[in-house]
């Protein structure tokens, strides 16, 4: 005996139910990410713009992926920015050391002190981020 056809009908629909809301939370998924790398896009021109050489010291680790992570989002967007590596340069480990910082990557923003690497703290520091 086959099912009848309010069932068939009900399964349509509830499979119709589910594709649309998995297109909505697709949909919102992409656009939120468009939104952020605008975002990210926009932020990295304004510190680009304020940031000058000498204004930001990474104190980096050699095996930290978030060092490499800030290391590219500064190389992309064109921002000055040195970087020391603590494993292999001591003044470098003694500069971590004071930060008494729990870990990698240090950054040190016109002297101010950021752990971890936040793009908007960074440009709020340098004073480049329009409200």
């Known amino acids: 005996m086959s099912?009848?056809?309010?069932?068939?009908?009900?399964?349509?629909?509830?499979l119709r139910s589910l594709l649309t809301v998995s297109a909505i939370v697709i949909g919102v998924g992409w656009a939120t990410q468009a939104v952020q790398g605008w975002h990210s896009d926009r932020i990295g021109e304004q510190v680009a713009a304020a940031a000058k050489p000498g204004d930001i010291r990474m104190l980096s680790s050699n095996i930290c992926e978030y060092c490499t992570k800030a290391r590219n989002w500064f190389t992309a967007n064109a921002v000055p920015f040195?970087?020391?590596?603590?494993?292999?340069d001591s003044a470098c480990a003694a500069q971590f050391a004071d930060a008494a910082a729990p870990g990698t990557p240090v950054l040190l923003v016109r002297g101010q002190k950021l752990v971890g690497f936040d793009a908007r703290a960074v440009a709020d520091v340098l004073g480049a981020r329009s409200r």
Request: negative net charge; aromatic residues 6%.
């Open 82 to 88: 040195s970087e020391c590596f603590i494993e292999s």
């Open 3 to 14: 099912g009848s056809p309010v069932d068939a009908r009900s399964t349509r629909e509830r």
